[in-house]
């Protein structure tokens, strides 16, 4: 028999050779991320005319392949990194991080068990007891679990809550949370089985914030009915708005209703870095579970969302099986098996990523750059009250701020001044200068900005206002 090359295999020089192209272009991605534009557009039909083809069935040079999607698929994606990526959450990663990304990959280690890779395990440990720590939360009792992202981890604690304040019948359980609480809380309570009258969402005030006089009523309104309140989720810095609800308050009544108490600080959590975090938000401490996101202002690269819990038993018991085919992996009860504590068996090494870009930068970087986010954001803030075009809607608070251009000059209905913020949005985003989306606030449309990238300067953000004075000129321009 014909002696042939082991499948997908090259050399050690060819390897070399294609790392080094692989690192060359991340590196640039870096370096030059500013002579770059960070918006990309494509239809349906053009992504088709680019990449549709039947499944290859030969071989095509490794060189080949690796050119055609640095240029067709890498240089036309949009770049959420880039320090004119303001809208949604942007993601401005580090090198090292996706170094790290790189190492796991590479190395194809599997972190579900500890016998699998007690290293991969150990570091989750140590990088989930670093993150307890800087939130108050308990060190030997407490514990937690790296996720996908922010949408994994609050279905985590949801189905956690349920488990433990209700068991096997949550058939009367009633959840609260606000109408600015983060979209992927109802997605969880939807997969998770929950009916839709089973879920009070409570209105805001006029800061955006918990309307505590509300939920005290709904609560009390849903015992009188028979049912079961057992869990709140409150928001620690919305995405909307930035908004940190009242915590301290929600806490004790959550303490005094014996409620689960939730906190998604998946966007504002790493605000605690910032030199009055402990006063940005206060009462974080008090949460039985906590939603942050390393992959937004803890500046890694996607994918690591992170849940901690007040007592990691509450995990185990929620979660653990017991497969025939894994009962010679089950270790002693200090080797914890994070398939254990969440819903992945098979997991990624997210913690590697997280652990090297703490241990290269350390955490004084991280807190010198949420203060300048926050400190921008503010300074943006004073320059759109000295303007006589713009008009803020809701002030800067935690790196976001909400803003529209309002012609006072001319007098123009509410329907065409939504009309001509979200025109300055399109004609913006059509430029692909900026990434600048819209948002509704107070039933009006107004643009968003929200200001994590340690990379993004005031000029950045005078020159994209400067554009978008020019397109609202062209709007009033055609009335």
């Excluded at 009258?197 to 914030?209: A, G, M, N, S, Y």
């Excluded at 049912?227 to 928001?235: D, E, M, R």
């Excluded at 940005?280 to 390393?294: E, Q, R």
């Excluded at 509410?414 to 200068?433: H, R």
């Amino acid at each position: 028999m014909k002696k042939t090359t082991p499948a997908f295999t090259l050399s050690k020089e060819a390897m070399i050779t294609y790392g080094y192209e692989v690192v060359d272009a991340i590196a640039e991605h870096f370096d030059n991320m500013r002579e770059k534009l960070p918006v990309a557009s494509g239809s349906r039909e053009e992504m088709d005319d680019l990449f549709l083809e039947d499944i290859p069935a030969h071989p095509l040079p490794p060189e080949t392949v690796l050119q055609f999607v640095l240029e067709k698929v890498m240089a036309k994606s949009t770049n959420v990194a880039h320090p004119r990526a303001f809208s949604f959450v942007p993601g401005p990663s580090n090198f090292i991080g996706a170094m790290g990304d790189a190492l796991a990959s590479g190395y194809n280690i599997f972190s579900g068990g500890w016998a699998a890779s007690p290293v991969a395990a150990e570091l989750e440990i140590v990088t989930i007891t670093w993150l307890l720590k800087l939130f108050g939360l308990p060190k030997k009792k407490g514990g937690g679990i790296f996720t996908s992202g922010g949408s994994m981890a609050n279905l985590t604690a949801i189905a956690t809550a349920r488990r433990v304040k209700c068991g096997d019948d949550f058939s009367n359980a009633v959840i609260y949370m606000s109408d600015q609480a983060h979209s992927s809380n109802i997605k969880a309570i939807r997969t998770l089985g929950f009916r839709k009258d089973q879920v009070r969402i409570i209105p805001t005030d006029q800061e955006f914030k918990f309307g505590v006089s509300k939920l005290k009523n709904a609560i009390a309104k849903d015992r009188l009915l028979g049912l079961f309140p057992f869990c709140l989720i409150a928001t620690a810095g919305t995405t909307n708005t930035g908004t940190v609800d009242p915590l301290s308050e929600l806490a004790a009544i959550c303490k005094q209703e014996d409620l689960w108490f939730h906190i998604d600080g998946a966007y504002g959590g790493a605000a605690i870095l910032a030199h009055n975090g402990s006063t940005l938000l206060k009462g974080i401490k008090k949460a039985d579970s906590l939603t942050v996101d390393p992959h937004k202002w803890f500046f890694q690269p996607y994918e690591i969302g992170c849940l901690l819990i007040r007592n990691h038993t509450w995990l185990k018991n929620t979660f653990t099986e017991k497969p025939e085919y894994l009962r010679d992996v089950e270790g002693n009860t200090s080797e914890i098996n994070f398939y254990d504590h969440g819903i992945e068996l098979t997991r990624r090494f997210r913690a590697l990523k997280f652990y090297m870009t703490l241990k290269t930068f350390g955490l004084n970087a991280f807190k010198e750059a949420i203060d300048y986010n926050i400190e921008l954001a503010e300074q943006v803030e004073d320059l759109l009250r000295n303007s006589r075009h713009w008009e803020v809607i809701s002030p800067a608070t935690l790196a976001v701020i909400n803003f529209r251009y309002n012609a006072f000059q001319k007098v123009l209905s509410e329907e065409k001044l939504d009309a001509l913020n979200q025109y300055i949005s399109q004609k913006v985003i059509a430029s692909k200068e900026a990434l600048l989306v819209t948002t509704v606030l107070n039933k009006q449309v107004v643009l968003r900005m929200c200001l994590i990238n340690p990379r993004t300067t005031l000029e950045d953000i005078t020159d994209t206002l400067s554009l978008c004075e020019g397109f609202a000129n062209e709007y009033l321009e055609q009335l």
